[in-house]
C-alpha cells in the first residue's frame, strides 16, 4: 500500500504529467462537445431551432477561450462563436449580436495574429461593416488592415479586390496593389426549352430512344444487360441501365388507375436485349421516389423494366455510350422537387414544428419561438433556420478519373493522382475555414467512379454546390493555363474535343449529347453555374498569380457538354487546373505548395460564391 501511495505522488508531481495532462485532456474534450453542438446547429433538424442552443453553444466556446487562452482550440472557439453571434444576428436583426460577433473576431486577430485563421477574421469583420452595418468607410479600413496585418494571408486578394469596388479607406493610406485583369465575360447563356416538354402528361405516347428503326433491323444479335443501378432520395432518382451494346429503347409513363390500387408507372423496353441467368428481377423497394423497380425478360427478344412511382413532376431518359457499355439513364423528379426550378431556389421552413420545449426568447420582428405547438401562422412565418441564410451548408467536390481510369498523364504524372491531392487539400481548407458547411468527396482514394455514379452522389447527397476538378492535355505541349466549364450547348470545336475527352466517347457521341441537351438541361441552374464558374476561375487564376511563381494564363469561363455536370441539381462546375502536358505546370503541379495555392483559389472562389447567395 505504501508503495502505491509513493507512486501516486511520484506521478502527480513529475512534471508535465498528471494534473496538468488531465486538464488539458478535459479542454479537448470540452471543445470536441462544443464543437458537436456547433456542427448540428448548421444541420437540418430540431437542434437548430432552439435559440437557447446556439446560445449554449456559445458559452462552451467562450469558456475554452476565457480559461484556457494558450490551448490549441482557443482561437477556433473564438472563431466559431464569431460564426454563432452573426447567424444569431441574421434571425434576430438585433444589432448586439453583430458587434459580439465583431468583438469575438477583433480578439482573434488580437491575440492570435500567427494563427491561419486570423486574416479570416479580420475579412469577416470588414463582410459585417460592409454588408450588415451598412459602413463602406469602416468596412475599407478593415479590409486594408487585412492586407496590412495579412500580406501573404488567403483573403489578402479578396481584399484588395474589396478595396477596389469600395474605394482606400483614406487618401494618405497606400492602395491595394491592382488585380489581374478578369477574363472575357463567358458566352451567353443559351435559354432553355419550356419545362412543359419534360412532363409525365407528355409522356404517356411510347417515346423512342438510342438506335434508330433502320439500325436496330441491322442489329444481328442480342445485347446482354449487364447491370442496373440507382440512386434515390425523397425527391429525385436515377436509373442507370448497363448495356454491352447500343440498343433500340421505348419507353411510357402509364397513367393512375386508382380503381385498380395502381399509381403512377413507368416502363422502359430494350429491344433485342436478354439477361443473363440468375439476374436479380428486383431491383429497389421503398427508396425514395421509387417504390419498386422490377426487370424480366418480357419475351424472347425484350427485356422490360417496371418502375413504381411515389410521386413524378418530370422524367428524363437518354442514353450515353462509353468505351466499354452502353447506358440508358432514367432521371426521375418527384413532384414535391424544388432544388431544380429555375434561379434562387427560396428558403423553406422545415417540416417538422419547431421548439417544443420553453426556450429564452430572442428579440424578433418575424415572431418568437415557444413552447407551444405552433399555429398556422407560425408555421408559415420565417423561422431561426430559414433566416440564417444557410443556402450553401454542403460542398461536393469530385476528382476526375481514378483507379483503372489515370485521365491524362506525361511527364511520369497521373490526372487521377494529382486532382486527388488538390481535393483533398480543398477538403481541408473549407473544413478549417468554414466548419459549418460540410464537404463530401465522390471519391477519397484511388478509386473508378462512373460519370454518372458522381452527379448522382452530389444529387443523393442534396449537394448545393458541384465541383469537378481535373487537368488538361494538349498535343502541343506549349499549351497553358486554367479554364473553368459549367454545362451548356457549344460549337466550339475545342471545348467540343475536351468534352469528348473527359466524356471517354467519340466527338460523334458528343453532337449526339449536344442534341438532347435542350431537354436534358431545362432546369440545370445555368445562371448560378455561369456565376460560381467565373468566380472559381478568377480565385484559382489570382492566386496563382499573386504567388509571384508564374504568370498563369487565364483560358476563361467556357461552356461544354460535360456528361459529368449534366443531371446535376444544383449548381455545378467543371475546372480544369492546368495542363499537365506543359513542362512548367507539370513541374508546378507535382509540389504540394502549388497545389496548396491552387487549392485556395478555388476556396476564395467558393466563398466568393457563398457570400453572395
Avoid: C
Avoid at 456559445?58 to 473564438?78: M, N, R, T
Avoid at 488592415?145 to 497606400?174: N, S
Avoid at 412565418?381 to 491524362?408: E, N, Y
Amino acid at each position: 500500500m505504501r508503495v502505491f501511495w509513493v507512486a501516486f505522488l511520484l506521478f502527480l508531481l513529475a512534471p508535465g504529467l498528471g494534473l496538468a495532462e488531465l486538464r488539458a485532456d478535459s479542454v479537448e474534450r470540452d471543445y470536441q462537445r462544443a464543437a458537436q453542438d456547433f456542427y448540428r446547429l448548421y444541420r437540418p433538424g430540431p437542434f437548430r431551432e432552439r435559440a437557447d442552443n446556439f446560445l449554449k453553444t456559445i458559452a462552451k466556446f467562450e469558456a475554452i477561450a476565457a480559461d484556457h487562452p494558450g490551448h490549441k482550440h482557443a482561437p477556433q472557439a473564438l472563431y466559431n462563436n464569431g460564426k454563432l453571434y452573426h447567424s444569431l444576428y441574421k434571425w434576430s436583426h438585433n444589432d448586439r449580436y453583430l458587434d459580439q460577433a465583431i468583438q469575438a473576431y477583433r480578439k482573434l486577430v488580437i491575440s492570435y495574429p500567427q494563427e491561419k485563421i486570423a486574416d479570416d477574421a479580420q475579412f469577416e469583420i470588414g463582410l459585417i461593416f460592409e454588408e450588415y452595418k451598412d459602413q463602406p468607410s469602416q468596412a475599407s479600413v478593415e479590409y486594408q488592415k487585412v492586407i496590412d496585418l495579412f500580406p501573404k494571408g488567403d483573403f489578402a486578394p479578396i481584399a484588395r479586390k474589396k478595396l477596389e469596388q469600395l474605394g482606400p479607406p483614406t487618401q494618405d493610406l497606400r492602395l491595394a496593389a491592382p488585380s489581374p485583369q478578369p477574363p472575357a465575360n463567358p458566352p451567353p447563356v443559351v435559354p432553355p426549352p419550356p419545362a412543359s416538354a419534360l412532363r409525365p402528361g407528355d409522356l404517356t405516347q411510347a417515346r423512342y430512344g438510342g438506335l434508330s428503326e433502320k439500325e436496330e433491323q441491322q442489329k444481328k444479335k442480342k445485347s446482354l444487360v449487364a447491370n442496373v443501378e440507382y440512386w434515390s432520395n425523397s425527391d429525385w432518382s436515377r436509373l442507370v441501365i448497363n448495356v454491352a451494346d447500343p440498343v433500340r429503347f421505348k419507353y411510357q409513363v402509364l397513367k393512375e388507375d386508382k380503381a385498380q390500387g395502381k399509381g403512377r408507372r413507368m416502363y422502359l423496353d430494350l429491344d433485342k436485349s436478354f439477361l443473363p441467368r440468375k439476374f436479380k428481377d428486383r431491383i429497389a423497394a421503398e427508396d425514395g421516389l421509387i417504390k419498386q423497380a422490377r426487370i424480366a425478360q418480357f419475351d424472347k427478344d425484350t427485356v422490360r423494366v417496371v418502375l413504381d412511382l411515389a410521386s413524378l413532376d418530370r422524367i428524363r431518359v437518354y442514353p450515353f455510350e462509353s468505351p466499354d457499355q452502353y447506358k440508358i439513364i432514367v432521371d426521375i423528379l418527384g413532384s414535391e422537387a424544388i432544388a431544380d426550378s429555375p434561379g434562387p431556389a427560396a428558403e423553406t421552413a422545415p417540416a417538422t414544428p419547431v421548439a417544443t420545449a420553453p426556450a429564452p426568447a430572442l428579440p424578433a420582428k418575424n415572431g418568437p419561438l415557444n413552447g407551444t405547438a405552433p399555429s398556422k401562422a407560425d408555421v408559415e412565418a420565417t423561422t431561426l433556420s430559414r433566416a440564417l441564410g444557410l443556402k450553401v451548408s454542403r460542398v461536393i467536390l469530385d476528382p476526375g478519373h481514378g483507379g483503372r481510369d489515370p485521365g491524362a498523364m506525361a511527364f511520369g504524372l497521373k490526372e487521377k493522382d494529382l486532382v486527388l491531392e488538390l481535393a483533398l487539400e480543398l477538403r481541408k481548407i473549407l473544413q478549417q475555414k468554414n466548419p459549418e458547411v460540410e464537404v463530401m468527396m465522390t471519391r477519397e482514394t484511388d478509386k473508378f467512379i462512373p460519370l454518372e455514379a458522381r452527379t448522382a452522389f452530389a444529387n443523393k447527397n442534396q449537394g448545393d454546390i458541384f465541383v469537378s476538378i481535373h487537368l488538361n492535355a494538349h498535343r502541343k505541349s506549349s499549351v497553358s493555363g486554367i479554364e473553368t466549364y459549367y454545362l451548356n450547348l457549344t460549337t466550339d470545336a475545342y471545348a467540343l474535343s475536351l468534352a469528348a475527352k473527359e466524356n471517354q466517347t467519340s466527338l460523334k457521341s458528343i453532337r449526339h449529347l449536344q442534341g438532347l441537351l435542350h431537354d436534358l438541361m431545362t432546369h440545370s441552374k445555368i445562371q448560378e453555374s455561369t456565376q460560381l464558374a467565373k468566380l472559381i476561375q478568377d480565385g484559382a487564376v489570382n492566386q496563382a498569380r499573386s504567388s509571384n511563381r508564374i504568370q498563369l494564363r487565364s483560358l476563361g469561363v467556357k461552356q461544354a457538354p460535360f456528361f459529368v455536370l449534366l443531371g446535376a441539381r444544383m449548381p455545378s462546375i467543371l475546372v480544369e487546373a492546368g495542363f499537365i502536358t506543359n513542362k512548367t505546370e507539370n513541374d508546378l503541379l507535382r509540389d504540394p505548395k502549388y497545389r496548396k495555392i491552387l487549392a485556395l483559389g478555388i476556396y476564395q472562389g467558393l466563398f466568393s460564391y457563398m457570400d453572395r447567395t
